[in-house]
C-alpha cells in the first residue's frame, strides 16, 4: 500500500482546513495510462483504495494503486505556494 510521509499528511490536513469542500487528495491514472494525477477530492470513487494517515486522507484509482503499492508519496510547498510531490521506493 501506498505510504505518506510528514509532509504529507500535514499537506493534506492544511488543504482540507482552508478548504472545506477538499476532504482529501485523489491519486488517478491518467487517460493515457502512463502518467498520474494529483488533484483535490471530496469524496473516493467506486474503485478507489482509501489510505488514511495522521489525520489525512488520500484516495488512489485501482489501476494507480497498483503501481503505487511499494511506493512512498512525499510533498512540499515551494517559496510560491506551490505544492509539488514526489515518489520514492518504500525502505
Known sequence: MLALTENV????????EEV????ALRIATEADGQ???VSPAD???TDDQVIE???ATVYVDGPASE???DKVLDGGVDDDGN???AL????
Open 9 to 16: 499528511t500535514d499537506i493534506v490536513k492544511k488543504l482540507a
Open 43 to 45: 469524496h473516493a470513487e
Open 35 to 37: 502518467s498520474l494525477s
Open 88 to 91: 520514492g521506493q518504500q525502505a
Open 83 to 85: 505544492i509539488q510531490f
Open 53 to 55: 494517515q495522521d489525520g
Open 67 to 69: 503501481f503505487l503499492a
Open 20 to 23: 472545506p469542500e477538499i476532504s
